[in-house]
């Protein structure tokens, strides 16, 4: 199975910060990966396909890159509403997997 | 308005067996590869399976942890995905999503495939296992 670890599992930051959550895939997914964020009590919701491609509707403060088997989701100017866990999946091969998330507080 | 409603869920014992219902409107079910993906209490998402559509023979997939004791199925005709849950354990408690899985086409030289990945979820139905 394909592991992936994001890191940090935590991150304070506050409202106007720029901040980079980092998901790495434990063999090659080809860019095979998305993002979701997820707030308490809700689904979760995509904002990420393709590693970097950004999904309608979603504000163009995200944005998602990728380096062999290292991908980063970065949020250029955090505003309230996008305090929330994320979490990378990888869509490569099954089993499907997800990180382990990111949760994103204010500080 | 593209919508997953999932019901079904309760608390079960240990053993026992559930079977929860997502109904889908808004999109052409019939069309798409479906997922369920579950969340324990205070834990991250784990992938429970997926089916794919009947393009593609409704073949399914399953995670290691649920193989063997659950089964995926649909119903087209009802626009409704099913998990039939069996010999349910503890460490089954979780909210329970499905997943709608949209196709992403990649050719490269002339070979092509599709990649699956959800983009649109219910809001999950809970399921407790306990005695």
């Known amino acids: 199975d394909i592991q992936m670890t994001q890191s940090p599992s935590t991150l304070s930051a506050s409202v106007g910060d720029r901040v980079t959550i980092t998901c790495r895939a434990s063999?090659?997914?080809?860019?095979?990966l998305a993002w979701y964020q997820q707030k308490p009590g809700k689904a979760p919701k995509l904002l990420i396909y393709?590693?970097?491609s950004l999904e309608g509707g979603v504000s163009s403060r995200f944005s998602g890159s990728a380096s062999g088997t290292e991908f980063t989701l970065t949020i250029s100017s955090l505003q309230p509403d996008d305090f929330a866990t994320y979490y990378c999946?990888?869509?490569?091969?099954?089993?499907?997997?997800f990180g382990q998330g990111t949760r994103l507080e204010i500080k | 308005e593209v919508q997953l409603v999932e019901s079904g869920g309760g608390l079960v014992q240990p053993g026992g067996s559930l079977r929860l219902s997502c109904a889908a409107s808004?999109?052409?079910?019939?069309?798409?590869?479906m997922d369920w993906v579950r969340q324990a209490p205070g834990k991250g998402l784990e992938w429970v399976g997926r089916?794919?559509?009947?393009?593609?023979?409704?073949?399914?997939e399953y995670a290691a942890s649920v193989k063997g004791r659950f089964t995926i199925s649909r119903d087209d005709s009802k626009n409704s995905l099913y998990l039939q849950m069996n010999s349910l354990k503890t460490e089954d408690t979780a909210v329970y999503y499905c997943?709608?899985?949209?196709?992403?086409?990649?050719?490269?030289?002339?070979?092509?495939?599709?990649?699956?990945?959800?983009?649109?979820w219910g809001k999950g139905t809970t399921v407790t296992v306990s005695s």
């Open positions: 999946q990888q869509y490569d091969s099954y089993p499907i997997t």
């Open positions: 997943g709608r899985d949209r196709p992403y086409y990649y050719d490269i030289s002339g070979h092509y495939a599709y990649y699956y990945f959800i983009d649109v």
């Open positions: 808004g999109f052409t079910f019939s069309d798409h590869f």
């Open positions: 089916t794919r559509n009947k393009a593609n023979s409704y073949t399914i």
């Open positions: 393709r590693a970097s």
């Open positions: 063999q090659i997914i080809s860019n095979w």
